[in-house]
């Protein structure tokens, strides 16, 4: 018999940005009206799932996100791990909208230098061990055959995905396949993961810019609003 568990990884919503602000781990942005009905959209797709455990980002758009599902699932507390947080990045505050160009100042080049650790951020590997780590540990404890649920943000996403699925950390952005309130699912068996799988419950929602790229500044990998 099949005891695989199910550890499925949501990106949030949409998040208010009109500024193009590279918001990373800081405090106070918010999801979107659009946001909250890709939100609520996806507890749409799992208020039939045998949910037995919830887990989010302590970011404040990855609790919104989080909130509609809790709410059909009252039995459920949610419990926040900043092992799902989102990277950390040097860019952090500085603004990517129409008219700004980080990259293109000198005193941000030294940050570039080496884009596959990357030196502008979090090491691809430390992003991998602890999504990693959040997801094993999940299916641990929910037990064969369960199901869990986590929110988190683009690149954690993607690199766990790309862990699991052997590929390389270092990647171009574009490549992510992680759009707003994608669902990828980590199968767990025997203490390791098995299996990859994805979903978009809400993609006719999600803007179609937004599906065409993933990020707005190509540095490597870090540089985005996730």
């Not at 940050?111 to 951020?121: K, T």
């Amino acid at each position: 018999m099949n005891q695989t568990t199910t550890v499925h990884v949501l990106r949030h919503g949409e998040v208010d940005n009109p500024t193009g602000v590279l918001y990373g781990r800081m405090p106070d942005f918010h999801l979107t009206a659009l946001g909250r009905r890709m939100a609520a959209r996806a507890a749409e797709h799992f208020a039939e799932r045998p949910l037995a455990l919830l887990v989010s980002s302590p970011m404040e758009r990855a609790q919104e996100t989080i909130a509609p599902i809790a709410s059909l699932h009252p039995e459920l507390k949610v419990h926040l791990d900043d092992d799902v947080t989102e990277a950390a990045n040097a860019f952090e505050g500085q603004s990517f909208g129409p008219g700004h160009h980080p990259l293109r100042d000198p005193h941000n080049w030294k940050l570039l230098v080496n884009p596959v650790r990357p030196s502008w951020g979090e090491p691809y590997v430390d992003i991998a061990e602890r999504m990693t780590r959040a997801i094993l540990h999940a299916a641990e404890e929910v037990g064969p055959a369960g199901e869990a649920l986590i929110v988190s943000h683009q690149l954690p996403i993607w690199i766990a995905r790309c862990a699991a699925e052997g590929r390389r950390l270092p990647h171009d952005p574009r490549s992510r396949q992680c759009t707003l309130a994608s669902v990828t699912s980590f199968g767990v068996l025997g203490g390791r993961i098995v299996r990859v799988d994805y979903a978009e419950p809400a993609i006719d929602l999600v803007p179609r810019k937004a599906r065409k790229a993933n990020i707005s500044a190509g540095t490597g990998g870090q540089a985005d609003r996730s």
